[in-house]
């Protein structure tokens, strides 16, 4: 079954990841203006969210955020940079480093987490709770599928 574009004028297109990356993009250039005050982007917002708390390896890192090891590697390097995280030998696998939070990189979180907060709610508002629940449900079961 072919689903047809709902916008009147605009061609239809059947392509999912056309679909998928153009939302992404919208979402992006929502959060990232919301975050700005807060120094950081939406993505390393994400990346600081999951290394907060228990150290862990920037492979383990990767997979909790979906990401491939070489991206994520790319992007903690603004972040250590930064000095909001560090990047330790794991001591139980010399080869493989663990990524750990900071003093400041947790400063941030707590400017940043209000202004994500408010962010989630304008989304909500604009596009009604319930809807944006069905979209994460769609989203979560199409991820599960596809990482299968």
């Known amino acids: ?7 009147p004028g605009v061609p239809a297109s059947g392509c999912s990841c056309h679909r998928l990356r153009k939302i ?15 120094g ?3 993505n390393q917002y994400a990346i600081l969210r999951h290394a907060r708390g228990q150290p862990q390896t920037v492979g383990a890192l990767a997979r909790s955020l979906g990401m491939e090891r ?3 590697s790319r ?3 603004h972040l250590v940079a930064a000095g909001w995280v560090c990047l330790q030998r794991d001591p139980d696998d010399a080869r493989q480093r663990r990524v750990e939070m900071r003093p400041a990189g947790d400063a941030v979180l ?27 449900a769609v ?3 199409a991820t599960r599928t596809l990482a299968a």
């Open 1 to 7: 079954m072919r689903v047809q574009n709902e916008t």
């Open 24 to 38: 992404a993009r919208l979402m992006t250039q929502r959060y990232d203006r919301a975050l700005a005050p807060a």
């Open 110 to 136: 707590r400017v940043a987490e209000p202004l994500w907060r408010a962010t989630q709610l304008q989304i909500e508002a604009l596009m009604g709770v319930d809807e944006v629940g069905r979209l994460h």
């Open 70 to 72: 070489s991206t994520l």
């Open 40 to 42: 950081i982007n939406v």
């Open 75 to 77: 992007d903690l390097g």
């Open 139 to 141: 989203l979560d079961r």
